[in-house]
T-cell receptor, first 118, second 112 residues
Framework: DTGVSQNPRHKITKRGQNVTFRCDPI?????LYWYRQTLGQGPEFLTY????????KSRLLSDRFSAERPKGSFSTLEIQRTEQGDSAMYLCASSLTKHSLDSNQPQHFGDGTRLSIL | KQEVTQIPAALSVPEGENLVLNCSFT??????LQWFRQDPGKGLTSLLLIQSSQREQTSGRLNASLDKSSGRSTLYIAASQPGDSATYLC???????????FGQGTRLTINP
């Protein structure tokens, strides 16, 4: 168990550029979540996957955001045409659930990707 | 809409003291409540998970309680140490949902 891994740790980019983050969950964890955290606030839910299926998306996830988990293992989060307001820490978490309605397993978080928009 | 509140936003205590962090939530229909620790610039480390049918959970010097009817949870830290300095976050999963809803966190400083 190597934990949830996120890359890159830091990303600095100019406004208007596209960025992509990667998350590798704990192996065999079937559920993967993305959250966003701004300074001084708790994380806010963005989206989650059960295996390769994206089952819920927050209203925070505008059309410029897209997430994928093509083979039910790692996931990517892409932000197109970045804006100043996208600056935040993007956190990934994973959990192992026994069935689709199981919400009683702890979510394990990675160290996040800190995005800074110049 | 579920709202989670943590008070105080910041707390500073001398080493060795026992302390309590508070978390309240507006919708009592929850699956579970989870306490996390976050060090500066890092991700979240899960400390304790209390299922809705449970009243408390313990791990080492940490004890978390849950009172669903009043919408409250507390995290008790015994014999605090400088290494306990971090931000502590509570989060709930409401029934019928799969996502965590977080409070703003309590930034804890333990002074040697």
């Amino acid at each position: 168990d190597t934990g949830v891994s996120q890359n890159p740790r830091h990303k600095i980019t100019k406004r208007g550029q596209n960025v992509t983050f990667r998350c590798d969950p704990i192996s065999e964890h079937n559920r993967l979540y993305w959250y966003r955290q701004t300074l001084g606030q708790g994380p806010e839910f963005l989206t989650y996957f059960q295996n390769e299926a994206q089952l819920e998306k927050s209203r925070l996830l505008s059309d410029r955001f897209s997430a994928e988990r093509p083979k039910g293992s790692f996931s990517t989060l892409e932000i197109q045409r970045t804006e100043q307001g996208d600056s935040a820490m993007y956190l990934c978490a994973s959990s192992l659930t026994k069935h689709s309605l199981d919400s009683n397993q702890p979510q394990h978080f990675g160290d996040g990707t800190r995005l800074s928009i110049l | 809409k579920q709202e989670v509140t943590q008070i105080p936003a910041a707390l500073s205590v001398p080493e060795g003291e026992n302390l309590v962090l508070n978390c309240s939530f507006t919708d009592s229909a929850i699956y579970n409540l989870q306490w996390f620790r976050q060090d500066p610039g890092k991700g979240l480390t899960s400390l304790l998970l209390i299922q809705s049918s449970q009243r408390e959970q313990t791990s080492g010097r940490l004890n978390a309680s849950l009172d669903k009817s009043s919408g409250r949870s507390t995290l008790y830290i015994a014999a605090s140490q400088p290494g306990d300095s971090a931000t502590y976050l509570c989060a709930v999963i409401i029934q019928g949902a799969q996502k965590l809803v977080f409070g703003q966190g309590t930034r804890l400083t333990i002074n040697p």
